[in-house]
């Protein structure tokens, strides 16, 4: 059997703008609704939706007929879960809250099997190997997979050149509502301080060659990112998506206050 072949990897390899979704819910059912609908990627969020190992699993099942390539983000940094995650299939990883070359390095062996990596071997036991059912897995796994970490915090950005030119990482996505919490402006990610930070980051990981990534739910953050050098962008979350969509229906019948959506979450 053929490696599973990494469309995401495979899509950012052509340079062409990707637009993605944030799934939240944590069941295959609302995924699998999402990835049907049309995105290029579908984030299925580890660190802020509940989810467990099991759910992630259920929802890279769902999403697996469709065009949508899954990418899954972890919790944190730790190399135990990310061995869980890379065995139950995940090919493309995004972590959070990187803020140096080295531990980005460390995510890098996370994902690898020595002698460039500590993942450990788990054989026929996984889904990642379809159960041994892939020719030569273990030397070829690194090929498939695709490493994104996140910048998200004022140091992240002070080693925004470390991190990017970290063999191994394969892009970058930039966390416009930690970092401007970081910066003390909160909930403002359009501030002129955070805005400069950002643009920064871009050009850095520009220069290193490397795709970057940013979480925008409006249209007017989505396009400026886009014209700024961006290339997978985030622009609809499907929480957000349900509670704008059920607000505008009851509006329509009750009188209530006009709700603006978040330009953050």
């Not at 390095?105 to 500590?118: C, D, S």
């Not at 690194?142 to 925004?160: D, F, N, T, W």
Request: glycine letters at 10%.
């Amino acid at each position: 059997m053929e490696m599973p072949v990494n469309t995401f990897k495979s899509a950012l390899a052509k340079g062409d703008p990707m637009w993605g979704c944030w799934a939240g819910f944590a069941t295959g059912y609302a995924a699998e609704i999402v990835a049907s609908t049309g995105f290029d990627w579908l984030l299925i969020d580890g660190e802020h939706a509940p989810n467990t190992v099991p759910t992630i699993l259920a929802q890279l099942q769902a999403v697996a007929p469709y065009a949508s390539s899954p990418v899954v983000r972890s919790v944190n940094q730790d190399a135990a879960l990310i061995k869980q995650l890379l065995d139950v299939g995940v090919q493309t990883l995004m972590v959070p809250m990187v803020e140096s070359g080295e531990q980005a390095a460390a995510l890098v062996r996370a994902m690898r099997y020595p002698p460039h990596g500590i993942r450990g071997v788990g054989g026929g036991l996984v889904r990642a190997t379809r159960w041994d059912g892939v020719d030569d897995y273990l030397t070829k796994a690194h090929e498939a997979l695709c490493l994104i970490v996140q910048i998200e915090s004022p140091k992240g950005v002070e080693q925004a050149e470390a991190i990017a030119a970290t063999e191994g990482v394969d892009a970058v996505f930039i966390g416009p509502a930690d970092l401007s919490v970081g910066m003390g402006h909160p909930g403002n990610p359009g501030h002129p301080d955070v805005q400069q930070a950002i643009e920064k980051v871009i050009k850095t990981v520009q220069a290193a060659g490397k795709p970057v990534g940013i979480l925008a739910p409006l249209e007017d953050d989505a396009r400026r990112y886009q014209a700024l050098g961006c290339q997978f962008i985030a622009v609809g979350i499907d929480i957000s998506l349900l509670r704008q969509g059920a607000l505008a229906t009851v509006a329509r019948y009750k009188e209530r206050s006009t709700h603006q959506s978040s330009s953050t979450y």
